[in-house]
């Protein structure tokens, strides 16, 4: 019997300092040994969103217990990890420097290899936890920073097929939840809102429905919602206007699913495998609607669980496991980068006069 990889992973690029030790069974199956995650909720609460200084101080207080905490759930000696992971990117660079340095510190002191990730490609590699997934595979993931359509050819390897070209889908949901008055992040309650609420009350715009292909644009909607919630006056309107959003974005997202369907199927038509990945992958009601579109499109569809949906360091141990298996480890002095896109080569296409 070989000796199975054990990895450390760690993520600290926004708002959640985790800490993770994986490792995989004699077939290959991924086992999460411990996960923890912290959050700053309540340190964000008052300002309607993060405080890059103050997402720092707070990761830098918590890093050593948390990764400690790991380590002691996972029953695992510490001089049996065999590698460290950090998330270096995308994110706050005042945030990833925290888990980045911490990580590094850590391979330097035991003497193991440091692997840099990242956070988006742990987001697409997430469902690996809990299910077999091979490459390649149509990922969609709709998180609080990013929401795309990518065809992922193997660890490393993407292309992009679709983006949103203003605001992500999770800050939508932040947003219309913010001007109902919800806290942030408000995205998980306007689904329970919603669920009290009529969906056909208002009539809300749905951005380049009918051209760009599977790229996305929330800020119209955004803008539509402003207008109705200034005339809220019952908790009843706040639940129409949640109801109404939801239903917008039900509709838009089955659209443009199905438009990156056809856009993925001109090179995988025998692999027809969809994964959604991100914290907006938790919502109930997107949840069901993508996995009817898929059976009605002959799709396997695969979701991470609900606990894995969210920022946490078991996807990013993910990673670390799948490229220490390729010995792709990383010098101590990779940088972190703000931005890093999974597919380099894929035009940045954001703000005014985006043409499409
Ligand atoms: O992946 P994630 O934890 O962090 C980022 O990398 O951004 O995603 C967080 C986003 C937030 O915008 C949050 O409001 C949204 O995911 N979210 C949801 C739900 N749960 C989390 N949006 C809609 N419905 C949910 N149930
Ligand atoms: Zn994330």
């Known amino acids: 019997m070989s000796k199975k990889p054990i990895i450390l992973g760690i993520e600290s690029s926004c708002d959640e300092t985790a800490a993770s030790v994986i490792t995989e069974n004699e077939q290959g199956i991924p086992i999460i ?4 995650v912290s959050s700053q909720v309540e340190v964000h609460k008052e300002f309607g969103g993060v405080v890059p200084e103050l997402a720092a101080r707070a990761h830098i207080e918590k890093i050593d217990w948390i990764v400690q905490k790991a380590i002691d759930e996972s029953k695992i000696k510490i001089e049996n ?3 460290v992971a950090s998330t270096a990117g995308p994110g706050l660079i005042v945030c990833l420097s925290v888990g980045l340095s911490f990580g590094k510190s850590f391979a330097s002191a035991m003497n193991i290899p440091f692997i840099s990730v990242n956070h988006l490609e742990g987001h697409a590699l997430s469902p690996k936890l809990n299910s077999v997934l091979n490459y390649p595979y149509l990922l969609l993931l709709i998180s609080g920073g990013h929401s795309q359509y990518l065809s992922v050819e193997g660890i490393g390897n993407y292309k992009r097929l679709g983006t949103t070209i203003d605001d992500a889908l999770g800050e939508a949901f932040d947003k219309t939840a913010k ?5 942030f992040p408000g995205g998980p309650q306007i689904e329970i809102l919603a669920e009290k609420g009529d969906p056909d009350k208002y009539q809300l715009p749905k951005p380049i429905f ?3 292909g599977c790229n996305l644009s929330f800020a119209g909607l955004k803008t539509a919602i402003l207008k109705v919630s200034k005339n809220i006056k019952s908790e009843q309107d706040k639940f129409d206007i949640a109801a109404s959003f939801q239903k917008t974005i039900l509709e838009i997202m089955y659209k443009k699913t199905k438009n990156a369907f056809t856009e993925y199927e001109k090179n995988n038509l025998n692999n027809k495998t969809f994964v959604v990945a991100g914290g907006v992958a938790a919502n109930k009601k997107i949840r069901s ?4 579109l898929c059976e009605e499109n002959n799709y396997k569809s695969i979701f991470p669980p609900i606990n894995l949906c969210g920022d946490n360091a078991a996807m990013i141990a993910m990673v ?3 490229k220490f298996k390729l010995k ?3 010098n101590l002095d990779f940088p972190a980068k703000p931005r890093w896109p999974l597919d380099e080569s894929a035009a940045f296409l954001k703000g005014a006069g985006v043409k499409l």
């Open 320 to 322: 670390g496991l799948e």
């Open 81 to 83: 990890i065999d590698a």
């Open 33 to 36: 040994l411990s996960n923890i």
């Open 289 to 292: 609607m993508l996995i009817n």
């Open 210 to 212: 009918h051209k760009g």
């Open 328 to 330: 792709q480890f990383n």
């Open 179 to 183: 001007l109902l008055g919800i806290e």
